[in-house]
């Protein structure tokens, strides 16, 4: 079974930072393999992909709204991938997933992140 567990969330200022961690239980192949996600919800909007970081040493790739300002990066000895966010702004608000993918697709429950003044 594969369990995939998201913190860092909170309040933060616009143009502030934080960063969030997922860590991946793995079940039967290694950490390093995974294509590694993270995702963002916003209210009344559909959930929408922010950034990835393939398995394999495979590329990384960003969503255009957050190229620049979020950076995502991986510690494989520890099963964990984290999104660096800065300048942050009040459209970044929404509840981010942290997402598992090897064959079948994995989701964590989510950490909240307000931009607000």
């Known amino acids: 079974q594969v369990q995939v567990v998201e913190s860092g969330g909170g309040l933060v200022q616009p143009g502030g930072s934080l960063r969030l961690s997922c860590v991946t239980s793995t079940s039967g192949f290694t950490f390093s393999t995974y294509t590694m996600s993270w995702y963002r919800q916003a209210p009344g909007k559909e959930r929408e992909l922010v950034a990835t970081?393939?398995?394999?040493?495979?590329?990384?790739v960003y969503a255009a709204a957050t190229k620049g300002r979020f950076t995502i990066s991986r510690d494989n000895a520890k099963n964990t991938v984290y999104l660096q966010m800065n300048s942050l702004q009040s459209e970044d608000t929404a509840v981010y997933y942290c997402?598992?993918?090897?064959?079948?697709?994995?989701w964590g429950q989510g950490t909240q992140v307000t931009v607000s003044s």
């Open positions: 997402n598992a993918k090897l064959r079948l697709s994995y």
């Open positions: 970081s393939g398995g394999f040493g495979g590329a990384t």
